[in-house]
């Protein structure tokens, strides 16, 4: 009998959370809803309940289905709060704190992820967020392998120093420069994933319907994410089989921490450097890295400091088999203290255990900031470390670009209809080795969004790849970086699209750069000019013709503004380069004329083309509007470059 009853109890206690209403997960207290814009409200309930919602002075209804989601939409609204939204059938929940104003959509890889708490004056940044109008919501990372209905459980929170350093720092600085010109309340939905590509952002459906990639997805079946972890293991021990044997045994493992392990018959990899571009692309995971430095008897014993510079994404690193430190995240400086007695005369050894959730691994930076310091004695650090992979789990063989769609099955679909102003976006790197497709690639997911929400060609506003070393690429060895940064260019063919440009405030030897506050300024400067009706120039000069006479070429742009100069102290002009029919390219002498770039060279009698900032690390561009934005990197030829083959494909 209690058997029964207990029976009877679980399954009315379980029949009571079935029937609890709910709305969808991006609906919280606090949020920002879209003004001058009907408003969808959705979530689930019980079959068939008849569902009511009260929003300010509004009162809607509607029916759940047979499958207990429910959909409405509530009428315009105006800027305004604080209000309260009540969803009712036979259980009420109530959301408090909620103010409609602009929602901007957020998203991209590791440079929209950057946190505020990582970005240049974080502290002071921080300490000084009194923004209650601004409020920020984070889409928590899932990938799928088919459409979600609905995000992981999140929060919206408000931008006050409690909450604003988990921010994304673009699009927090861009809603302080837009809430500073207009009073409008801000949201930023946030759903972003360090080193993805676009096509992981991107529908099934949209590749079906694309020249490009129908061929490519057709050949792709749906599948489950074990399935494609197998794919994804079996391909990625591919690559590991190529550097090592086989994967280690735990108890091997363990001894690569002490300085008496022999790690001799390792193989060895230039350090910093992300593995990726190395000898282990695409692989995620556990990677042990060591190195041997040599103390000389008057420094052994002494307390040291250990710089090495940014790892992606955790370590823990050990001297002479002690744990000197731990850092979790891609994007902190590491600087670990070596207490006295630990450091011997003669070899000793360094080993960092490396943790790799997804896109680049390893430790990566300025050369100059990876060293042994005692005392006044720096010993630096660079050059080639001994490696090891060590564990592949589920993380590791899975990730969001192991397959297209992934991202956009579980943190873009699940949205889908909420309402927003528009999209600010920052991705591109992890594309770079396909730069020439990305002049389709990029357009297509611009287009699916849009298609897929059904709000018209609603803003997209993105930001050009900032300077960044990648590989040494120029006009002589040719450059991806250069190629995707005019793939971004040519996207702004598109109707109501925007490109902040960034060359001038990247880090040669750091894929994030810490200036955020600029980026999102610029990205602001857009939006302000097509949405917020701002007069005035809003964009960097953009390449539009070139004339040829004797041995000069006179260039032409659009948003030259108020005028063109250079930044330089003596006023010349950096970043320019000429070629003839033999496409060998030299340094130009560039000159302002007006709203015109004047460009020659004593060795190319007769030009063919002209560079400006055809490189990786395009950090000597100088030619900037009066407004202060600068010129976006250009070439004036369409000759082959080194990504126009190279093609999207997957297992």
């Given at each position: ?8 109890f679980v ?11 709910r709305?969808?997960n991006?609906f919280?207290d ?34 759940a ?8 939409k ?8 604080p ?19 602009d ?5 991209g890889?590791?440079?929209m ?6 970005a ?11 923004f ?12 799928s392998s088919?459409?979600?209905?609905d ?12 909450y604003?350093?988990g921010?994304?720092a ?5 809603a ?6 207009t009073?409008i ?8 994933w360090?080193?993805t ?14 020249d ?10 749906v599948?489950?994410?074990d399935s ?14 190529k550097?090592?044997p ?6 091997d493992i ?6 008496s ?13 992300l ?9 995620d995971g ?14 052994a014993?002494?307390?040291a ?7 992606d994404?955790?370590d ?7 744990k000197?430190?731990?850092t ?15 450091l ?9 255990r490396?943790?790799d959730?997804?896109g680049?691994?390893?430790?990566y ?21 001994s ?12 990730g969001p ?8 099955n579980a943190?873009i679909?699940p ?5 927003f ?6 991705q ?13 690639a990029?357009?297509?997911?611009i287009?699916?969004w ?8 609603f803003p997209f ?6 300077s960044y070393?990648s590989?040494?690429g120029?006009?002589v060895n040719?450059?991806n970086w250069a ?8 996207t ?9 440009i ?18 999102g ?5 857009i939006?302000?000019?097509y949405?917020?009706?701002k ?7 953009l ?16 948003h ?6 250079s930044?330089?102290?003596d ?30 060279s ?7 083309s002209?560079h ?7 950090g ?5 509007n009066?407004?202060?934005f600068p010129?976006?990197p250009?070439?004036t ?15």
């Open positions: 009998m209690k058997k029964l009853v207990l029976g009877l399954l009315f206690f379980a029949n009571m959370l079935s029937a609890q209403i709305t969808a991006v919280t606090s949020m920002v809803l879209q003004r001058g814009k009907p408003i969808p409200v959705w979530g689930w309930a019980g079959k068939q309940e008849e569902i009511t919602v009260q929003f300010h002075q509004q009162t809607k209804k509607t029916i289905g047979n499958d207990g989601k429910w959909f409405l509530l009428e315009v609204e105006k800027e305004g709060g209000y309260t939204l009540t969803v009712s059938g036979k259980t009420t929940k109530t959301l408090k704190d909620i103010w409609v104003g929602v901007w959509l957020c998203s890889q590791s440079n992820e950057f946190t505020v708490n990582s240049m004056n974080s502290k002071e940044e921080i300490a000084a967020a009194n209650p109008m601004i409020r920020h919501v984070l889409v928590k990372k899932e990938i088919t459409p979600k209905s995000i992981i459980e999140t929060n919206w929170h408000t931008a006050t120093p409690a604003v350093a921010f994304t673009v699009g927090y600085y861009f302080k420069e837009v809430f500073k010109e009073n309340p801000i949201g930023l939905l946030h759903s972003s360090g080193g590509d676009v096509e992981t952002w991107t529908s099934r459906e949209a590749f079906a319907g694309s490009e990639f129908k061929e490519m997805i057709h050949a792709l079946p599948v489950n994410l494609l972890a197998n794919i994804k293991a079996k391909a990625m021990m591919d690559v590991i089989k550097v090592q086989s994967l280690p045994k735990a108890t363990n001894k690569w921490k002490e300085s392990y022999n790690d001799q018959q390792w193989p060895r990899m230039s350090v910093p450097g593995w990726e571009d190395k000898t282990l692309p695409e692989v556990v990677v042990w890295f060591r190195t041997t430095v040599t103390i000389n008897a008057a420094d014993g002494k307390a400091t250990l710089n090495i510079s940014t790892i994404d955790n823990i690193t050990y001297v002479n088999g002690t000197v430190g731990s979790n995240g891609y994007n902190i400086k590491r600087a670990y203290t070596i207490p006295t007695g630990i011997k005369a003669g070899k000793n050894v360094i080993a960092i490396i943790d959730t997804g680049g691994g390893g430790v930076g300025d050369p100059k900031d990876l060293n042994l310091t005692i005392g006044t004695n720096s010993i630096p650090l660079a050059g080639n470390w490696f090891q992979v060590a564990t592949l789990g589920r993380s590791a063989t899975v670009n192991s397959y297209p769609s992934l991202l956009f943190m679909h949205l889908v209809p909420f309402a102003k528009g999209v600010l976006w920052y591109g790197e992890s594309n770079a080795g396909r730069a020439f497709q990305y002049r389709k990029f357009p297509l997911m287009t699916d849009r298609r897929n929400w059904k709000q018209g060609g506003y993105f930001v050009q790849l900032a070393n590989a040494n120029n006009s040719g450059s190629e995707l940064r005019e793939a971004q260019t040519q702004l063919r598109l109707l109501r699209t925007g490109m902040a960034t060359t001038d405030i990247g880090e040669s030897n750091d894929i994030h750069p810490k200036n955020k506050q600029d980026v300024k610029r990205l602001a400067a939006a302000l000019h949405d917020y009706g007069k005035g120039e809003f964009m960097g000069p390449y539009q013709s070139m004339k040829i006479e004797g041995n000069k070429v006179t260039l032409s742009f659009t030259t503004g108020s005028g063109l100069m930044k330089a102290a006023g010349k002009l950096q970043g320019f380069e000429i070629a003839g029919s033999d496409k060998q390219f030299f340094p130009a002498t560039a000159i302002i004329e007006g709203d015109k770039v004047i460009v020659s004593d060795k190319v009698m007769t030009p063919a002209v400006f900032g055809w490189a990786d690390d395009a000597i561009c100088n030619l900037f009066k407004e202060g010129a976006s250009f070439r030829d369409n000759w082959p470059g080194k990504t126009d083959q190279v093609k999207y494909r997957k297992p």
